[in-house]
């Protein structure tokens, strides 16, 4: 499984910024996908996850700002970043689960300042 993750960039506060990620195989072969950060010094964390039936879960830090959706025809889970902060900066990461394995692709930095 790859998946191949890209849309991050410079943006200023309260800008947009879409990510994509691209799998390798059929996104509803996953029992999850979604995003997960990793500022400098910190830990990864989760930003937002969807299921096959189309639920989505954010975290507080994100929610009403951030979406995450899905293209099957395309093998593709997006998130749409609005209103961004600069604390939202991190490099970030597309993730997806399948059995009892967890796939990552690479990252995408995404960089909120002035």
């Known amino acids: 499984v790859q998946l191949q993750a890209s849309g991050g960039g410079l943006v200023q506060p309260g800008g947009s910024l879409r990510l994509s990620c691209v799998a390798s195989r059929s996104i509803y072969s996953f029992k999850h996908m979604g995003w997960y950060r990793q500022a400098p010094g910190k830990q990864r964390e989760l930003v937002a996850v969807i299921i096959p039936n189309g639920e989505a879960k954010y975290a507080d830090s994100v929610k009403g700002r951030f979406t995450i959706s899905r293209d099957g025809a395309k093998d593709t889970v997006y998130l749409q970043m609005d209103s961004l902060k600069p604390e939202d900066t991190a490099e970030y990461y597309c993730?997806?689960?399948?059995?009892?394995?967890?796939?990552w692709g690479q990252g995408t930095q995404v960089t909120v300042s002035s």
């Open positions: 993730n997806a689960g399948r059995g009892l394995t967890d796939y």
